[in-house]
């Protein structure tokens, strides 16, 4: 990069004007104590601000303090964290917060390197917690960002590359604001989510215009480049809502690793051609006979990062069961209520209780 002093100084200063004057209202920014910024910057990974909001508020009256989450039962965080998916993210997070409960006199770490040895922290959550919490002058890069220093810069590299991430570092290094980290890097990525959007990006109204090389050029949307090569696996899918008795019903815990660990579902199997291969696949796998009603209650589509779901959902009652080493459950809808499912099942359960309704 080959600016001049004179004109980072007033890059800076027109970005963190424009933030402190446009800045949303947001949960976690009413103070800077660091266990909530590091709590709201690992929900916002992969997840957008207005679904975050309500999770965040719930979290922080649950978990009020860094010893009351570093504490808590898994379960009960998982139920937390219910709906937000990526679920490695609160275990990781609860793994590291012990870490600094226990080794650390519950003092987040105010240095890169530190806070980089905790388990799922990773360069982004560094930069923030640190530049946010503790106005350490750390770049926080994340897809906002490159957007919208790709477009400053005109940096044409693959953003899905490690290298170009460090490209991006090494120019925020020179830009950041070292009085006022925390704004600048804020002010960065609110830029990226209210104007410098993905497309249509509203330039008119950008104070970073007068910087922006992809703009002067009128090639906005043609930044960041980025090249995907990611192959989408399908899988197809049968889930059976099982009742044994008028509020009772089977549920199973997934593997303690993998997808989804340790959350709760509805037993699953490969779809069949026919409902006596599929009684026959409930059987095989969960020591199960059922009846289950021919026609699906509903389908649920979910798609993961490398990953589709397409599942049948059925209505069943168990005949009779057999014990099999599975983690199944016998559970009643107010039990069920306490325990953490992952979104496809959330939806399997609306639907049934709507058809209960009707």
């Known amino acids: 990069m080959d600016w001049k002093q004179e004109k980072i100084v007033t890059f800076r200063t027109a970005l963190i004007d424009w933030y402190e004057k446009n800045k949303r209202v947001l949960p976690w920014r009413e ?3 660091p266990y909530r910024i590091w709590v709201s910057e690992i929900m916002l990974q992969q997840t957008k601000v207005d679904t975050v909001m ?5 979290f922080m009256t649950w978990f009020p303090t860094m010893q009351d989450f570093a504490e808590a039962p898994e379960e009960r965080i998982l139920k937390a964290w219910e709906g937000l998916g990526y679920y490695s993210r609160v275990r990781n ?7 600094v409960v226990e080794e650390m006199d519950g003092v987040v770490p105010d240095n890169l390197t530190d806070i980089l040895e905790l388990k799922g922290v990773g360069p982004y959550t560094a930069g923030a917690v640190l530049s946010i919490a503790y106005e350490r002058p750390e770049p926080a890069v994340d897809g906002n960002v490159m957007r919208v220093i790709s ?9 899905m590359k490690q290298k170009t991430r460090k490209k991006f570092e090494t120019a925020l290094y020179e830009l950041i604001d070292p009085e006022k980290p925390g704004e600048f890097n804020q002010g960065l ?5 209210l104007v410098c959007t993905p497309k249509k990006p509203m330039c008119l109204v950008c104070p970073l215009q007068e910087f922006c090389e992809a703009h002067k050029a009128g090639e906005e949307e043609l930044y960041p480049v980025k090249i995907k090569k990611t192959k989408v696996k399908k899988m197809y899918l049968s889930s059976a809502i099982v009742q044994t008795g008028a509020d ?5 815990q997934r593997p303690d690793t993998g997808l989804l660990a340790n959350l709760w579902q509805f037993p699953t199997v490969e779809q069949s051609d026919n409902q006596e291969a599929l009684k026959l696949a409930f ?3 969960y020591g199960m006979e059922l009846q289950i009603k021919p026609e699906p209650i509903t389908h649920v589509k979910h798609i993961f990062s490398h990953l589709v779901w397409e599942v049948d959902v059925f209505a069943a009652q168990a005949i009779t069961t057999q014990p099999v080493d599975l983690k199944l459950k016998t559970v009643t809808k107010e039990e069920m209520g306490h325990l953490a499912f992952p979104v496809p099942y959330q939806k399997m359960w609306q639907a049934f209780q709507k058809g209960e309704i009707q």
């Open 31 to 33: 103070n800077t104590e």
């Open 54 to 58: 309500p999770y965040f508020e719930r």
């Open 93 to 99: 997070l609860q793994a590291a917060m012990k870490t």
């Open 151 to 159: 477009r400053v810069l005109e940096i044409d590299d693959d953003i």
């Open 189 to 193: 990525m609110e830029i990226g989510a």
């Open 248 to 252: 009772q019903f089977i549920i199973e």
């Open 283 to 285: 059987l095989q796998k």
